[in-house]
């Protein structure tokens, strides 16, 4: 699976952004922290650091099985393979953990300096930390999520900087780089296990995961050998040399190696999740090859070449005179830096094309011949080994990694070292200008002002040659820069679009509900936008992730009109969320242990369920209980949820909208921060804002059980107040919620109208009229929908008139398991009817149509919100059946179906919906049927819709209306 070029383009430009901006904003404090630490820190101490990293380090590569990058390669896994490989890491890494313990000592005595083993297992708990964020770290790398990825590296490095710094400054000594190395790791665990929770499976069917672990299998002997041959020189200089010297050649070897750890290293993060997506697409990656290469040799040349032409300069000025053994090691291995950073991309493009068992191979024979020649140069001391390195490592890489990428790729060895040239000929002019310059300053200028003139001068040398000499080529990588620069900022792309529509105006619609959603709440606009279409109006629409959704139903987008497209937002936990979470989960199994052990009391009131819902003035401020602060936490957490989402959909808004295209704004909710997000959007692109309440939001009656609280009604009145005051108009959905909200804010008053839902024009299935008499619900049961009223009503009757499972029954569809927590066979048995109730699961609304077109009577049933109606009722509408509605007078839905030939009843006159019911079977025994109240022109949702865009165009202006070709006739005379 590969993502389109584009979207990668994006992807890296952004990853190596972030990645590059929050890094080198930490590496200044992190270097500020070293420089600091040098100074309180003797060599010796870093040396048995240096001692103890040989292994740890060598662990830590071994500790992720490889399953990392297999994890990132492997697009096609499924989500129990991905936890069964977590599982997989954790085991390995506890087993590593036992096993580093066991092994401190020998280690120790392999380097003749007991003080190592302490600082090992020190370290040991490192590597179960480190095998907890392999599935975290790599399922954020695979998403492309690299901003996340570099704040948390980014705050890994200022944590292990700040801990090791007040480690030396209270005399830890080594213990203070070690303390900093298990602090961060602790704290960079937790973190992403709270940002990218997942599963762990045992690893019981290996065979399913087999492609991955041989993958990881490639890797971790790529790895090893990497390690081997990347570590050899201090393990030889450490073994051969002696500590002393170990130190000092490892403060050059870091020093030098910043081309290669900070900026080679920190675009290698980013770039094996662009190449695995790009990985059938050889085209892009020989782009890609070409592109980071020539970058990387730009940035890396010049640092490189001036850190071996200052080497002395800059060790006594800055380290201070008892690192001039470093000297040396820093010019050599400063000079190679530069030209082994850009080799550092072609191990990933072999892994990522397949080849993964011939980079293990290539590696392998590094791995031999690198530390023979660097163990042949010890004899000449620390120069010698850096000698090795400077000479051994391109005897093998070019004509092995480097030949072999660019035969894979169909790459030209010319085009490659083209690329090369403008980086290294102005190298060449620092080199050139430095030299000179040193001749030729004064001696007894300061250290510090002499080192500065001589970088300055070599940073002007090196762009007067690129500017100069190469013209030509930095205009072309001008251009690529630019045209990723566009990428990046390019307008996004639908998840969703109907037939294109251009030239006609706009309307931005933010409705966390829109399909391909199932749910009720998507229906509303998913008919007004066909009359939107007809006035000529495009709309876009910001939405929830279809991924998010646990049910879709895509004959749904088949209904929209052409000139819709639609922008999915996923829905993302909150930090705090994922933090009480994991309290949870951790104090549950003692809560539950209490309660078993406990009174019997006790674990009764435990185990009675709570009321799915709370009418409002049920909920007082002074809490009673320990619920009533979990509710508000609750109430909080929700709008904190919805908030983010709704920020998301608000910047997504700011990329979709075009200036002079769009004409307005359009919130639909719930859920309300809907409504934030579009007032948010309205105020910075200075448009109208449409506010469309499906349901009332501060002034709603009743909130289920776990949101039920005075705080969640506080947010509500704060976000609502804000979005009234702003909007140009407020639609409600029916006319009592438009009649209280006019008077509680009077201000707004004339911009208020009402706009109930309403019978779309669409086929339905002919109702059907058979012998028994079936009274039937589509929806939900939940909040205040009691059907026991119902239940018992239709228990006189059958009673009465002694019916049988042949003649009558109650079926429901949708979600209608239980009211209350009580299953709803559980309350039909109750009532004596339970052989008469049936229920089926929810389904698409083509099947919840087929459904309603069976029933003799389709029921409403009652609800306490007085302000709402239920949406299903203009379904019911579209069928010969009888409409019963159990609802008390005065609410919104006895107010619509008012004059109509409906039944509505109080829920509690049970005797009077008991008649009622005996009437209606009478009918149906005669075979009469109601004629369907969709023929009422009041319940035409075109003509709700005509009022809502009557009152939009009044403000936005009428658009052009979409005319059709007029047909060309030829008469014959």
């Known amino acids: 699976m590969s993502e389109s070029t584009p979207n990668l383009d994006r992807s890296l430009a952004q990853g190596i952004a972030w990645r590059g901006g929050i890094r080198w904003f930490t590496q200044l404090v992190s270097w500020a922290a070293t420089l600091m630490v040098a100074r309180l820190i003797t060599p010796t101490d870093y040396g048995l650091f240096a001692m103890a990293m040989v292994y740890a380090g060598c662990v830590q590569l071994v500790n992720e099985l490889g399953l990392s990058l297999a994890i990132v390669q492997r697009r096609d896994l499924t989500e129990e393979q991905i936890a069964q490989l977590g599982g997989l890491t954790v085991l390995a890494s506890v087993?590593?953990?036992?096993?580093?313990?066991?092994?401190?000592?020998?280690?120790?005595?392999?380097?003749?300096?007991?003080?190592?083993?302490?600082?090992i297992i020190a370290l040991s708990p490192t590597f179960v930390m480190r095998g907890v964020q392999v599935v975290p770290r790599s399922l954020l790398a695979r998403d492309l999520e690299f901003r996340r990825l570099?704040?948390?590296?980014?705050?890994?490095a200022v944590l292990w900087s700040s801990t090791t710094l007040v480690g030396a400054f209270l005399g830890l000594r080594y213990w203070a780089l070690a303390w900093g190395a298990v602090v961060s790791g602790f704290a960079v665990m937790g973190v992403l296990c709270l940002l990218r929770p997942h599963r762990l499976a045992w690893p019981r069917d290996l065979r399913s995961v087999a492609g991955a672990v041989n993958l990881g299998w490639y890797v971790v002997v790529s790895q090893l050998c990497w390690y081997v041959y990347n570590h050899a020189d201090l393990t030889i200089v450490g073994r051969l040399l002696g500590k002393a010297a170990l130190g000092a050649y490892t403060k050059g070897s870091d020093i030098a190696s910043i081309p290669v750890d900070r900026i080679s290293a920190m675009i290698g993060q980013v770039t094996p999740a662009v190449f695995a997506a790009a990985q059938d697409d050889h085209k892009t990656l020989r782009r890609y090859l070409l592109?980071?290469?020539?970058?990387?040799?730009?940035?890396?040349?010049?640092?490189?070449?001036?850190?071996?032409?200052?080497?002395?300069?800059?060790?006594?000025?800055?380290?201070?005179?008892?690192?001039?053994?470093?000297?040396?090691?820093?010019?050599?291995?400063?000079?190679?830096?530069?030209?082994?950073?850009?080799?550092?991309?072609?191990?990933?493009?072999?892994?990522?094309?397949?080849?993964?068992?011939?980079?293990?191979?290539?590696?392998?024979?590094?791995a031999v011949w690198l530390p023979t020649a660097l163990y042949a140069g010890a004899h000449w001391g620390t120069t010698g080994v850096a000698l090795g390195w400077v000479i051994g490592y391109p005897l093998v890489t070019i004509p092995c990694f480097v030949r072999a990428t660019l035969r894979i790729l169909g790459l030209r060895a010319r085009d490659y070292f083209r690329a090369l040239w403008p980086a290294a000929s102005a190298a060449a002019g620092i080199a050139v200008t430095v030299l000179a310059l040193r001749v030729i300053l004064p001696q007894a200028w300061s250290p510090w002002l002499h080192l500065g003139v001589v970088v300055l001068a070599g940073g002007v040398a090196y762009v007067a040659v690129l500017l100069?000499?190469?013209?030509?080529?930095?205009?072309?990588?001008?251009?690529?820069?630019?045209?990723?620069?566009?990428?990046r900022h390019a307008k996004p792309s639908p998840a969703y679009a109907t037939a294109a529509s251009d030239g006609r105006p706009r309307l931005l619609l933010i409705s966390y509900h829109f399909p391909p959603d199932a749910a009720v709440g998507a229906l509303r606009w998913q008919k007004l936008a066909r009359y939107a279409a007809e006035r000529g109006w495009g709309l876009d629409v910001i939405t929830l992730d279809p991924a998010c959704l646990a049910r879709t139903d895509p004959s749904r987008t088949e209904d929209l009109p052409a000139g819709v497209r639609i922008y999915g937002i996923p829905a993302r936990h909150v930090w705090v969320e994922r933090v009480v979470e994991l309290i949870w989960r951790v104090l549950d199994p003692a809560r539950r242990l209490r309660g078993w052990t406990g009174p019997p009391d006790a674990l009764a009131r435990a185990a009675r369920p709570h009321p799915e819902?709370?009418?409002?003035?049920?909920?007082?401020?002074?809490?009673?209980?320990?619920?009533?602060?979990?509710?508000?936490?609750?109430?909080?957490?929700?709008?904190?949820?919805?908030?983010?989402?709704?920020?998301?959909?608000?910047?997504?808004?700011m990329q979709v909208i075009e200036a002079g295209v769009h004409r307005a704004v359009i919130s639909c909710g719930p859920p309300h921060m809907a409504h934030e997000a579009a007032r948010l959007v309205a105020r910075r692109r200075r448009l109208p804002l449409i506010v469309d309440l499906r349901d009332p939001w501060s002034l709603v009656q009743r909130l289920p059980e776990a949101i039920a609280s005075q705080v969640w009604f506080a947010l509500a009145a704060r976000y609502e107040r804000r979005c009234v005051e702003q909007a140009s108009l407020i639609v409600t959905n029916t006319d009592p919620l438009r009649s209280v909200m006019r008077g509680v804010y009077r201000a707004a008053a004339s911009r208020m109208i009402a706009v109930p839902n309403g019978c779309d024009e669409e086929d339905v299935p002919p109702s059907q009229h058979g012998r028994r008499f079936v009274i039937a619900y589509a929806g939900s049961i939940y909040l205040d929908r009691d059907p026991r009223p119902l239940f018992r009503a239709a228990a006189q009757l059958v009673t009465e008139r002694?019916?049988?499972?042949?003649?009558?029954?109650?079926?429901?569809?949708?979600?209608?398991?239980?009211?209350?927590?009580?299953?709803?066979?559980?309350i039909a048995a109750e009532e004596g009817i339970a052989e008469f109730v049936r229920t089926y699961p929810?389904?698409?609304?083509?099947?919840?149509?087929?459904?309603?077109?069976?029933?003799?009577?389709?029921?409403?049933?009652?609800?306490?919100?007085?302000?709402?109606?239920?949406?299903?009722?203009?379904?019911?509408?579209?069928?010969?059946?009888?409409l019963l509605a159990l609802a008390d007078d005065g609410s919104a839905t006895e107010q619509l179906l008012r004059g109509s030939t409906a039944d509505v009843v109080a829920p509690d006159a049970i005797d009077t919906i008991a008649g009622l019911l005996h009437l209606r079977y009478l009918q149906h025994l005669r075979g009469e049927w109601p004629e369907r109240l969709a023929t009422d022109p009041r319940y035409s949702r075109r003509e709700q819709a005509n009022r809502l865009f009557v009152a939009l165009e009044a403000i936005t202006g009428v658009p052009p209306r979409p005319v059709e070709e007029p047909a060309v006739v030829c008469a014959a005379s």
Do not use: C
């Open 95 to 119: 087993a590593l953990f036992v096993l580093s313990v066991g092994l401190a000592g020998p280690v120790a005595s392999f380097f003749g300096e007991r003080t190592v083993r302490g600082i």
């Open 150 to 156: 570099a704040w948390i590296d980014a705050g890994e």
């Open 291 to 366: 592109g980071l290469t020539e970058g990387l040799a730009l940035i890396t040349f010049p640092i490189s070449v001036g850190l071996a032409l200052v080497a002395d300069l800059f060790v006594l000025t800055v380290l201070g005179e008892q690192w001039r053994p470093a000297i040396v090691p820093l010019r050599l291995l400063g000079l190679f830096g530069g030209f082994r950073a850009i080799f550092n991309l072609f191990p990933q493009m072999l892994v990522a094309t397949g080849h993964a068992r011939l980079n293990m191979r290539f590696n392998l024979l590094m």
């Open 468 to 487: 100069l000499a190469h013209q030509a080529r930095m205009q072309e990588v001008a251009a690529r820069v630019i045209e990723l620069t566009r990428v």
């Open 613 to 653: 819902s709370l009418a409002r003035d049920a909920m007082r401020w002074r809490p009673r209980g320990p619920r009533d602060f979990a509710r508000g936490y609750f109430a909080s957490l929700e709008y904190a949820r919805t908030w983010r989402w709704a920020r998301a959909a608000a910047r997504r808004a």
């Open 802 to 826: 002694g019916l049988s499972v042949r003649d009558f029954g109650l079926e429901f569809m949708g979600h209608v398991r239980a009211f209350d927590g009580v299953p709803i066979e559980q």
């Open 842 to 882: 929810p389904g698409p609304r083509a099947r919840a149509l087929e459904f309603l077109s069976r029933a003799t009577m389709l029921v409403i049933l009652p609800q306490d919100s007085d302000m709402a109606i239920p949406a299903k009722i203009f379904d019911y509408m579209q069928f010969d059946a009888w």
